[in-house]
């Protein structure tokens, strides 16, 4: 790019010239903080992966042959989630960092340990050789099941909730308090390199988190599964208080004050009123400050992402079992795309990087002068051009990746009625062996499209944390995750309403929809900040060049 190109690129960024991260004399990250913030962030992770993986299994041993009870789980937490996760950040963002952080990591560990012992008390595991003599007299009486299970759900409502207020606490909070600002070349640590160490960390627990319990389960019992469990989050509880603890004593810029920390509550409190019109009120503010910002579009679009079942979730996976697919390849394909997942990770820095306008326009002119004296402010702004063409390659280059998929649904069709089991047809009508291509297309170009989904992720994720003011990102991140939560439970209303294996196909066609919308926002959204989405002109004579 020329100077004159790269002037009125971040010309057009101006409205962006206050960046949330603090641009103040930090010291830099030792190694030893960071492992311990690795560490930390790294165990809590494991554990949450551990026990949502886990808690499926313990619901389908305890209550066979019905869906009501996982149903039952999956509908509360959401609803929690949806109502509750942008008080959870306003909270975290009137809350000192180290007593936020700490009392979501206790929360987490004691509801999860709570629930392991219900569940091993619920449980009848009669074939398991390590718990021979174990009875409760509690487990005989015909009403305690119900009970327990009661007991569960809100353990499981906590343990949600908890979980959400450690995300956002961590990535949110401490994260982008410890990261320099991208001018500061001072050290590695930026906070596009910690987001992606973070995020693989958390995709790696989620690949090997499911394998391990299962390994535990099949090698020993439920009740094995639930002592270890258990057991993991007990020994992990005074792991991570240790690891933040550290971090904390080590970086002072995590001990400063948040400023004007208090808007919120006084706004939503002064008004007065029943405690559900106060509830309401303060839900009413969440909003107010979330559209407020400039970046709710972004934010908005990676909502709207969790309205596809284009992913391996459980509804995909019950089309795939339904049309005949074994067990076996769906754990393959779902083995790659969580390798894939994970070099998202790897991708997005560099994409970041390759798409940042340089720090110093070549060939500066006369009008330049002014914005070549703040070097600074000339990193900020060509790095925040690079965060949206990095997202807007990221979840286009998901929209397209998904074309094929969605073709190659509608050419699979559900090889039996779903009166059937399907063990009964699966093993003779398996699309793998009878449609390879298809087979092969669709799980392929699925796999590609998550490379997008996070890569758009972490880019969007930077986006809010960069441009969203310190003292409202936790909240924002909870009213984020709470428009998660409405379009999962969306999801699942859907998926419920066309529940038949051959309406999956429509269910496909709305998902691409879905994604096709947040593209087109995302879009929008980028074409505002920057005054264009592509070079025509650039375009024009690369072909010129071509044709000559």
């Known amino acids: ?102 009392l979501t990591i206790s929360i987490n560990r004691a509801t999860v340990i709570l629930a392991c012992f219900a569940w091993f008390v619920l449980i009848h595991d009669t074939q398991s050789p390590h718990f021979p003599a174990v009875q ?165 679009a990676l909502a709207l992402l969790h309205l596809s079942v284009l992913s391996y979730s459980a509804t995909f996976i019950t089309f795939l079992l339904n049309s005949g697919f074994s067990l076996i390849v769906i754990t393959i394909a779902r083995a790659a795309g969580s390798i894939v997942e994970v070099s998202s990770t790897f991708v997005a820095p560099l994409g970041i990087s390759h798409f940042t306008i340089p720090d110093i326009p070549p060939e500066p002119a006369e009008d330049q002068e002014a914005l070549l004296a703040c070097p600074q402010e000339v990193h900020e702004k060509g790095h925040a051009v690079g965060l949206a063409r990095s997202g807007l390659w990221g979840i286009t280059l998901q929209l397209v990746n998904l074309i094929p998929v969605v073709l190659a649904i509608w050419y699979l069709r559900p090889l039996q009625s779903t009166d059937q089991p399907i063990s009964s047809t699966a093993a003779s009508a398996d699309p793998f062996v009878s449609r390879p291509v298809t087979t092969i297309i669709m799980f392929t170009f699925l796999s590609i499209s998550r490379l997008g989904l996070w890569v758009f992720d972490l880019t969007t994720q930077e986006i809010t944390q960069t441009r969203v003011p310190s003292h409202l990102r936790s909240s924002f991140a909870g009213t984020e995750t709470a428009f998660v939560s409405l379009f999962e439970l969306s999801q699942w209303a859907i998926a419920a309403i066309a529940s038949k294996p051959e309406y999956f196909h429509w269910l496909a066609v709305s998902s691409f929809g879905a994604v096709l919308c947040s593209t087109a926002g995302y879009a929008v959204w980028v074409r505002r900040q920057r005054g264009h989405l592509l070079h025509w002109e650039r375009i024009g004579k690369g072909c010129y060049r071509a044709k000559s």
């Open 1 to 102: 790019m020329t100077g004159n190109e790269v002037f009125a690129e971040l010309q057009l960024w101006e409205p962006i010239a206050a960046p949330a991260i603090e641009t103040q004399s930090r010291s830099p990250i030792a190694l030893s903080s960071v492992r311990s913030l690795y560490l930390s962030h790294a165990l809590s992770t494991w554990n949450a992966r551990s026990y949502e993986f886990a808690a499926i299994l313990f619901t389908a041993t305890a209550f066979p042959n019905t869906l009501l009870a996982s149903s039952l789980r999956g509908l509360s937490n959401t609803v929690a989630a949806l109502c509750l996760s942008s008080l959870i950040g306003t909270w975290i963002d009137e809350s000192s960092r180290l007593r936020g952080l700490l």
């Open 136 to 300: 409760w007299s509690l487990v005989t009486l015909s009403g305690s099941k119900p009970w327990l299970f009661t007991l569960i759900l809100g353990l499981g409502i906590f343990e949600k909730l908890s979980g959400i207020g450690n995300m956002i606490s961590m990535e949110r909070d401490w994260v982008p308090a410890l990261a320099f600002s991208p001018a500061t070349n001072l050290h590695s640590y930026s906070l596009t390199h910690l987001n992606s160490i973070m995020r693989r960390i958390d995709l790696v627990c989620k690949l090997l988190a499911p394998l391990v319990v299962s390994l535990i389960i099949t090698v020993t019992s439920t009740r094995g599964g639930i002592v270890f469990v258990g057991g993991m989050s007990l020994i992990c509880w005074g792991s991570e208080v240790y690891c933040a603890r550290r971090v904390w004593a080590l970086k002072p810029q995590l001990r400063e004050p948040k400023s004007q920390s208090r808007i919120i509550r006084s706004e939503s409190t002064s008004l007065p009123g029943t405690a559900a019109f106060e509830f309401c009120s303060k839900q009413w503010a969440q909003l107010q400050a979330y559209f407020q910002t400039d970046v709710w579009a972004p934010s908005i």
